[in-house]
């Protein structure tokens, strides 16, 4: 793969050998023990944790695994392998595993930028302190089952651990974040306006819907060979008179349209996902004005329209629906500034990824590609055997 190359620093090809040639030595019984305890890591590699899960990529004293690429995607780069060959799987996964790689590096980095930031007066045992009191608030909303917590972080993937590990990143990444926006400028009530102006329609208004059900007796299917002179206007008519007579001596709607209807919802009762008036195309259209001037619950008599003669049942009606900006000024305001957040910190991961060494990324994502379509391969083969 000769893409574009992912920011971040690759733990280096004489990292690799030391690492693995350490695991050959150790299984050799010549080797001296005093003399290998006094053989110190390159300064590159400070606090460096014992990598697991192939090929690993240093970023700062973290180390990043094969594994926890592949593991947040496992599911869209096994459908890319199932679809495609081995050339093309490269080609469409080559995105996917570069997108995490890059939240992955970003993630990581910033994190250094919030340990480099915290205050002097600020030490391990105070972010122990929070750190505590965040995951006490986390079992206590589990109803303070320990057992039940344990049972959801192995669900998660994680274990007590790796969850504080976490815990004190995040809290370290919000205590730095809102530190950046605390200059930010207030919202005057002038741009609060425009943005709720901007956002109603997706947000605050919403049209009204029409559910209902229908018997759509289409006319060229009620064709028979044995009597090709037969009217079939005149069978739609007779067809639709005799279920609406059905209708009115109380038989179900519901299984005279799985009975007699040729509509694509007949299976399902004749029952229609809800419906915004204007939306929808002749002959259909006509169910729609039908609809309009009937009260829940109400049948129609049968009509025709564009080839087709329908009965239709009014479920429900919905009207629009607005809200005024006085109703929803304080939720407008948190939507904008949950936006303008957003693209601060946008701005400020661009830039924590533009400072990073772009260096040997090739080598890592090919390694996480191949290893991903070996798996997928592997997984297959031992379904196919049982």
């Not at 093309?88 to 990581?108: E, W």
């Not at 530190?179 to 609060?192: A, G, N, Y």
């Not at 605050?204 to 209902?212: A, N």
């Not at 939720?331 to 910190?345: C, G, P």
Request: hydrophobic residues 35%; negative net charge.
């Amino acid at each position: 793969m000769k893409s574009k190359k992912i920011a971040l620093l690759v733990l280096a090809s004489y990292i690799i050998m030391f690492l693995y040639g350490c695991e050959e030595a150790a299984k050799k019984p010549d080797v001296d023990a005093q003399r290998l305890a006094s053989v110190n890591p390159p300064k590159e590699m400070p606090n460096m944790p014992v990598p697991y899960g192939g090929l690993v990529l240093s970023i700062e004293s973290s180390a990043i695994t094969a594994d926890e690429i592949i593991n947040p995607v496992q599911t869209k780069l096994t459908e890319l392998a199932r679809t495609d060959d081995y050339g093309q799987f490269i080609k469409t996964a080559t995105p996917v595993v570069s997108g995490v790689l890059v939240q992955k590096i970003a993630d990581i980095k910033l994190y250094q930028k919030a340990k480099a930031a915290l205050p002097e007066n600020v030490d391990d045992e105070i972010i122990d302190k929070v750190v505590e009191e965040e995951v006490q608030k986390f079992i206590a909303r589990c109803g303070g089952n320990y057992s039940e917590v344990e049972k959801l972080l192995k669900k998660m993937g994680t274990n007590w651990q790796d969850f504080y590990k976490e815990q004190r990143r995040a809290i370290l990444v919000q205590s730095f974040i809102s530190e950046e926006l605390k200059d930010e400028k207030p919202v005057t009530h002038s741009e609060l306006l425009a943005y709720y102006n901007k956002i109603k329609n997706q947000y605050y208004e919403q049209k009204g819907q029409l559910t209902f059900r229908v018997i759509d007796i289409e006319t060229s299917k009620l064709y028979e060979p044995n009597d090709p002179n037969a009217s079939l206007e005149q069978k739609a008519r007779e067809l639709a008179a005799q279920i609406s007579e059905k209708l009115k001596s109380g038989e179900d709607f519901s299984d005279l349209a799985k009975k007699y209807s040729h509509d694509y919802e007949a299976a399902n009762g004749g029952l229609w996902k809800p419906v915004v008036p204007g939306t929808l195309t002749k002959p259909y259209d006509e169910i729609e004005m039908k609809v309009q001037a009937m009260n829940n619950g109400d049948v129609s008599e049968p009509f025709t329209a564009g080839g087709h003669t329908f009965i239709v049942k009014l479920e429900s009606k919905t009207p629009d629906e607005s809200k005024s900006f006085e109703q929803v000024q304080n939720e407008v305001e948190a939507r904008m500034q949950f936006e303008k957040r957003k693209k601060t910190v946008d701005e400020m991961m661009n830039k924590i990824i533009a400072q990073v060494d772009l260096t040997y990324a090739d080598q890592f994502v090919e390694y996480c590609l191949e290893k991903a379509y070996i798996d997928y391969r592997a997984n297959l083969a031992k379904t196919e055997q049982e």
